[in-house]
């Protein structure tokens, strides 16, 4: 894997690029509030078949911070100023979560550079998803007894009991500190009933049994815009690039290697 900085309109975004396989590359976008560590265990996988291209969202990781609040057409547009000092000129994005919604966006403002999305954890965001998703996300702040922290290990270690994982994803939720919201946020405000006329590409909707927050019951307008569609179900919760890497590389693979 090598590392570099990318220069966008949202400051310096950090990106790891992995595998030099032909083919359409795979650009990787994590859930908020993550960085490209959500990959890491499927990046080594996917490389061996594909180019791979792990973003920091700005705002997270290793990426420049980012004043006021961004929203889901800003990150798109950093993702595509990525590419482009990359040089690529298409891609297959798979997105997880708040990279799922960005992957949306990046399909409808760019269809002629987007060759398909998978979208893990798929949510589609109208006025009722925008409401629902408000209730669970809320600003935080630092706590002089310093409660806070445990409140957000708690909190994670709910939805996957494992330790070892719940360590990684707080070290990057505290990296990206009391903006580790923004990415949330952006997708509470993101109006995707606009922007799901103007997709051109197929794609993938893919699930995991323990999501809470995406299931295929929800997911009807997806299916409608993004035409072929396929769906896939693994066994996993909220973090399923972490906690069953296997699995999910060999659908993604299995996705992109065949017909849409």
Not at 224 to 251: I, S, W
Request: hydrophobic share 45%; net charge negative; proline share 7%.
């Amino acid at each position: 894997m090598k590392r570099r900085f990318c220069d966008t309109s949202m400051g310096q975004v950090h990106v790891v690029t992995a595998g030099e396989a032909p083919g359409t590359p795979l650009l990787l976008l994590h859930q908020t509030p993550r960085s490209v560590d959500e990959f890491a265990e499927v990046i080594p996988l996917l490389a061996r078949s594909r180019r791979m291209i792990a973003v920091d969202m700005p705002g997270y990781g290793c990426s420049d911070p980012v004043p006021g609040q961004p929203a889901i057409e800003d990150y798109a547009r950093a993702d595509l100023e990525v590419l482009d000092a990359l040089g690529v000129e298409r891609a297959i994005v798979v997105g997880h979560h708040t990279g799922a919604v960005i992957a949306v966006e990046l399909a409808a403002m760019a269809p002629t550079r987007i060759e398909r999305v998978v979208m893990s954890g798929p949510v589609y965001m109208d006025a009722a998803g925008r409401a629902e998703i408000a209730q669970f996300f809320k600003q935080w702040h630092v706590a002089a007894d310093g409660s806070h922290l445990l409140d957000k290990w708690t909190k994670m270690y709910a939805w996957l009991p494992r330790a070892d994982l719940v360590q990684r994803f707080v070290v990057d939720l505290f990296r990206a500190g009391k903006l580790s919201e923004q990415g949330h946020f952006a997708v509470a405000g993101y109006h995707m009933e606009d922007r799901l006329p103007l997709v051109r590409c197929p794609a993938l909707l893919l699930y995991s049994e323990r999501d809470p927050f995406a299931t295929p019951a929800r997911a009807e307008p997806l299916r409608q815009a993004f035409r072929p569609n396929r769906e896939v179900t693994l066994d996993a919760g909220v973090f399923v690039a972490n906690e069953a890497p296997e699995a999910f590389a060999r659908a993604v693979l299995d996705y992109v290697e065949g017909e849409p």
